[in-house]
């Protein structure tokens, strides 16, 4: 993975001044562009737009300083106004880009290179099980995307459950862990930098069909899934191995993303303090179809 995430890196020097398709960038790194967005992310701290918009401005930098004109280089790199590159330009650099080329100011942005920096021997557990299609039955919504703290939009899901549609879910749970799952999908386009929403389902597995009116169902194919247990403060625990799982275990792992939800479940006890999770992760091995 690390290999075709610095093809990748190749492939934006050489394609700044165009359009770098999602199309493409699944190509080059095996794997969808949304999965590949959001293991970016982890890895290098900034969403890959941001990345690449940073390498424009260094490179429209380099340029002013060697006499190229403010006005070619705006179109250039694809802005659609002097005023819009202008503002992009001083908002990165801290000066116009006038000031720029009248005083030869540098500021660089290099190229990314990924490697793997092994560091404080943390082993993660988990374990892959080979799961049969199934069901997930419960309500959703859409919600804010969220990366950190309590999302309040799912505590105020979870609190519109009826007792009535409680009892219809534990009617049909049949499947581990025969309690509540948090299921996240369709994300919008904004994910990577928390904006935008997702859908979020509250649910049980079950292999059964929803026969309930008040009740939602999605299916999830047969897959291989990477179980992250973890135990700890909820919900900082939970959202620091999921960053960990993306940023470190998935590019040295043998495995790559599948494009399923995510799933996860919590034991709550009452308190906050040390609380037990897992981590649902749907993958398949390298290069198998």
Do not use: C
Request: aromatic share 12%; net charge negative.
């Amino acid at each position: 993975m690390l290999q075709e995430f610095n093809q990748l890196m190749d492939y934006i020097e050489v394609h700044l001044t165009e359009e770098i398709s999602g199309k493409n960038i699944s190509r080059i790194v095996g794997v969808s562009d949304y999965h590949f967005k959001r293991m970016f992310s982890y890895m290098a701290g900034m969403t890959l737009n941001e990345y690449i918009k940073n390498r424009r401005l260094s490179q429209a930098n380099v340029e002013l300083i060697h006499g190229a004109k403010v006005t070619d280089i705006a179109y250039k790199y694809g802005y659609q106004s002097i005023e819009g590159f202008s503002r992009a330009f001083r908002e990165w650099s801290g000066f116009l880009p006038s000031e720029v080329a009248k005083n030869k100011i540098q500021k660089s942005f290099p190229k990314f290179t990924f490697f793997i920096d092994i560091r404080g021997g943390i082993s993660m557990e988990f374990k892959v099980e080979k799961k049969e299609k199934f069901n997930i039955v419960g309500v959703s919504k859409r919600v804010p995307i969220q990366f950190e703290g309590v999302n309040n939009a799912i505590l105020e899901l979870a609190q519109t459950i009826t007792e009535q549609q409680r009892k219809e879910m534990h009617q049909l749970a049949d499947l581990y862990p025969q309690q509540v799952l948090n299921v996240s999908y369709d994300f919008d386009e904004g994910y990577l930098e928390e904006k935008g929403n997702l859908t979020h389902m509250i649910g049980f597995a079950t292999t059964k069909d929803n026969p309930f009116d008040d009740l939602e169902q999605i299916t999830i194919d047969e897959s291989l899934w990477a179980i992250f247990p973890n135990q700890g403060p909820f919900p900082s625990t939970m959202q620091e191995t999921t960053a960990k799982i993306y940023s470190e275990w998935l590019p040295s792992s043998d495995y790559e993303l599948v494009n399923l939800p995510g799933i996860s479940f919590t034991k709550h006890t009452g308190t906050y303090e040390n609380v037990y999770s897992e981590i649902w992760v749907a993958v398949k091995e390298k290069g198998s179809k």
